[in-house]
């Protein structure tokens, strides 16, 4: 292999993505209204100026300051984003001012982290910091004067003029404290303690930690009714207490808790009960408990293949349908094709934030992109599945699609952190000028001769080829 | 780490291939089922802003039709109106978004909206071609004999309903008072509400289909049943025995002895008794017979169960006691002989009463439905002509249609007849305070070939005596077998 160049940014791959889903999401902007209304809309110029401008400044802001990173990840955050707004305009136009501000203070987060953070791994130096900051977002809902309660679940808190979440931004602060937890104490994690039925079990001191997040997530589930974080919470540090220390006896732990805590809750809790009982047979009370699921397993059976079209089912039918329920609204209007497109998208953004992990060259950005793709994984599993009765439904709202600020924002610092670490490992591999486009296709072209004449040594065969075969 | 990573990648990957897996059995597998499932309101949504087959009368006239909506705005591309108004409303039911669909509207939705056409059709299709097939329905109920039916009754409350009896076709059904169901039927959400609950909020309830859906005391239009059940189960003939001539019938379990309207005096046989109504003497009967009989009698006419009316929602089911109910206890069974205490029946019912007698002891099935014409002109559903029930033997039926002539010619409903045309009847006082009745006649005609039967309820007179029924409801039912018997000729 001829290959000189070990880092190649693809900034100009993203921009054309990013005008893709500008384009992709001004049409769907438009088909909505001519669903609704039979006219195009009038601010459509405006609309796509935008919007255009600021995936355009995410855009600038990503190779000035980060310009080696991942190429996929902002333009398919920005295809979900524009989706969503799309949907909500089309569902709740009274809200789509608020959601469009909170897209741009989104972005504007996307570029302050980037600016912030110049290093990921610095991060870990500010380990408690993240801890009691997290600590004590999870438990501002509770504080009386602070937090309220809402739809059921106490996760609000107000402060001036504004509501938020403070729980989708501890989601974020806590991944960062686990991570520069476990990198310190993954060798210690990792110690075998004794054996029992064959099982390496670690010393129960060092089991204090998982014992501990077993314990937190069950007290915020109790106090705010919130099943859907604590899931999350759970199942983000046991993934990261894995991935640390590669003892997969932490999983069956984990297991074994997760089902502890399940069943104890189920037998004190009625509205744990309530939601199992939603889930095995929610046509028993249709117009009670089970009215919500019920109405969005209708919408995605009217949807069928093709959908009803932008603006032409009836998803006002659902309860929430703008929040946690979008993908039973967009089921209804587009589809299957348009919910596995959705579905593709968040497996792509997962796959790039793994791929991001995989590169990371310090235990630690290698820890946090896993977790922050678990959030994004887990999170996008945990709503779908409720909402198509997969899994019994605990309420989190679809990263990127639904109407949240809190939620939005969170997500994307998550994107900017991610975009961090990718850029941090990539640079690092070497940095240099960009390729033309013809050097990359003869590039390209040498490394397929070069694998088909030498296809005995069976050398690697995906693009990191391109990447890391060089003069070595 | 890298390990844990691409495990961690496989496992996403899983967890994702089972949420798409979920959604192919939600949107393909299932999605007929989900689609069309009657709790699914999509179907009503969707279906509201579609045209919809027209609704007919037997001669011609346009009950119920969609027409484009005027509001080119609004999301409901056509909107329903009834140009048959309030005199319809009861029959044709409503369309409303907001309270559900009744009526016709109902019971043949399916037809009216054509939804068994597009359901062949798949729903990619359905995005590329929007034709609909839908039906109208065509309803045996003649205009002329149901506006008949209304101007005879004027504005008092009460119903008149009118069969064919050889078939159960309904050619006329009025209650009063009624209810226009065209705003019921608004794409305004606001002026649906305001409409309903204005009706439904009105004492004099508007919205009840007195016809079919209230049962009231049927009086002595009851002794047509208790006399066809002594005959049938002879208990009772047409000139033995010879009942006393009474002012009152004393009871065993009371103090309170049965008394005749009026305190008046009569007696004799069965002919004699039945002509006059007399109460003590079917009291009496009611006493032979023995509550097993009449129980039996009553149920074979169609008590205790419902007509299959193919009207949504369906007919109440008239009620007569159990047999329990009547142990030691005769004033009920008295009561019960002469069509008081806790008997109750639907004008419905009671036409179908005089429809089996007149059609020689045979209940037809009641129905509106004449035909379902598809929008290319085929017929896709004709008028059903099954019996519904045997009450009495073609010999019995005779007897009592003899009797009944007898009732219009020389007893209480002479107000009934008709030049030309020999008219039977029995005719009904039901008490219900202490000064107010329900005037009843049940009547058909041409009595020895009957192509019309009659059931009158005028509500609440301010009068009780034998002769209410005939005074009040008997020149009702005239003037509406007039009207029918004119349409059947032509």
Known sequence: MRLTRLAVPRRRTELGLIVLAVALTASAYTLVSLGKTATVPTNIRPFVAVIGVLLISAHIATRRL????????????????????????????????KQAAWTAVGIACYIATLV???????????RYTFFFVGIALLLAPLVPGVGYERNGSRIWARLGPITFQPGEVAKLTLALFFASYLVEKRELLAVAGRKVLGVH??????????????????????????????????????????????????????????????????????????RVSTWLD???????????????????????????????????????????????????????????????????LVGAGLRIALRADTAFDKLLAVGLTTILGMQTFIIVGGVTRLVPLTGVTLPFVSYGGSSLVVNYVLLALLARISHDANARLGESAPLTWWQRRRAKRAVAAEVTSDAGHGSGNDDETRMLGGPG | MNRQIRRLGIALV???????????????????????????????????????????????????????????????????????????????????????????????????????????????????????????????????????????????????????????????????????????ASTSTATTKTAYERLRDDPTKPLLARAYRERYPPGSTFKAITAATGLETQVVGLTTPVYPTLRSLPLRFTQRPLRNFGGSECGGTL???????????????????????????????????????????????????????????????????????????????????????????????????????????????????????????????????????????????????????????????????????????????????????????????????????GKIAAPVARRVLEAALAAQAQ
């Open chain 2, 14 to 184: 899983v967890l994702f291939l089972a949420l798409i897996v979920q959604l192919n059995v939600l949107q393909v597998i299932k999605a007929d089922e989900l689609a069309n499932d009657p709790r699914n309101s999509r179907n009503a949504e969707r279906d509201f802003g579609k045209p919809r087959g027209r609704i007919l009368t037997a001669d011609g006239r346009v009950l119920a039709e969609s027409i484009p909506n005027p509001d080119r705005r609004s999301p409901y591309a056509y909107v329903r109106r009834y140009p048959g108004g309030s005199l319809y409303g009861h029959l044709t039911g409503y369309f409303s978004f907001v309270y559900g669909t009744t009526g016709v509207e109902r019971s043949y939705n399916a037809e009216l909206a054509g939804r068994k056409v597009t359901l062949t059709a798949k729903r990619l299709k359905d995005l590329l071609s929007s034709k609909t097939i839908t039906s109208d329905v065509t309803l045996t109920i003649d205009d002329r004999v149901q506006r008949a039916a209304a101007k005879a009754l004027g504005n008092r409350r009460g119903s008149v309903v009118v069969i064919d009896p050889r078939s159960g076709a309904l050619l006329a059904a009025v209650s009063t008072p009624r209810f226009d169901p065209t705003p019921l």
């Open chain 1, 282 to 348: 929610p046509w028993i009370n249709a117009t009670g408990s089970g009215y919500q699921l019920v109405q969005s397993l209708f919408a995605f059976g009217s949807g069928g293949l093709a959908g009803a079209g932008f603006a032409q089912g009836r998803p006002g039918r659902i309860p929430a349908a703008y929040n946690d329920f979008i993908i039973a609204a967009i089921g209804e209007e587009l589809g299957l094709f348009g919910t596995t497109a959705v579905l593709l998208c968040f497996l792509l």
């Open chain 1, 116 to 126: 912030v953070v110049r290093e990921a791994k610095r991060l870990q130096y500010s």
């Open chain 1, 66 to 97: 980060a310009k080696f990173a991942d190429a996929t990840i902002l333009s398919i955050a920005a295809v979900l984003n524009g989706i969503g707004y799309v949907f909500i305009v089309r569902l709740r136009p009274d809200l789509a001012n």
């Open chain 1, 201 to 274: 079990v670690p010393e129960f001191r060092h089991l204090g930690p998982i014992l501990l997040a077993w314990g937190f997530s069950i007290a915020v589930m109790v106090a705010e009714k919130d099943l859907g974080s604590s899931l999350l919470f759970f199942t983000l540090f046991v993934v990261m207490l894995w991935v640390a220390t590669g003892r997969t006896a932490f999983l069956g732990l984990g297991l074994v808790l997760f089902g502890a805590g399940a069943t104890t809750s189920y037998h004190l809790f009625g509205h744990v009960r309530t």
């Open chain 2, 271 to 469: 002919e004699n008794v039945f002509r006059i109504s007399c109460n003590t003497s079917f009291a009496q009967l009611g006493l032979d017979l023995g509550p097993d009989k009449l129980h039996d009698g009553a149920v074979a006419f169609g008590f205790n169960r419902s007509p299959p009316l193919d009207i949504a929602p369906g007919s109440a089911p008239s009620t007569f006691p159990d047999v329990p109910f009547f142990v030691r206890n005769d004033p009920a069974l008295a009561q019960a002989a002469i069509g008081q205490g806790q008997v109750a029946a639907t004008p419905l019912e009671m036409a179908l009463v005089a429809g089996g007698i007149a059609n020689g002891g045979s209940i037809m099935e009641p129905h509106v439905m004449a035909e379902v014409r598809d929008s290319d002109g085929n017929r896709t559903r004709s008028e059903p002509r099954n019996e519904w029930r045997r009450a009495i033997s073609p010999e019995t039926a005779a007897e009592v249609n003899g009797l009944m002539v007898s009732v219009v010619n020389d007893g209480t409903a002479k107000r009934v007849a008709l030049a030309g045309v020999q008219v039977a009847a029995k005719t009904g006082t039901a008490q219900t305070g202490r000064n107010t009745a329900h005037a009843w006649i049940i009547a058909f005609a041409p009595a020895e070939n009957p192509t019309v039967a009659i059931a009158v309820i005028v509500e609440n007179q301010p009068e009780v005596s034998t002769a209410t029924g």
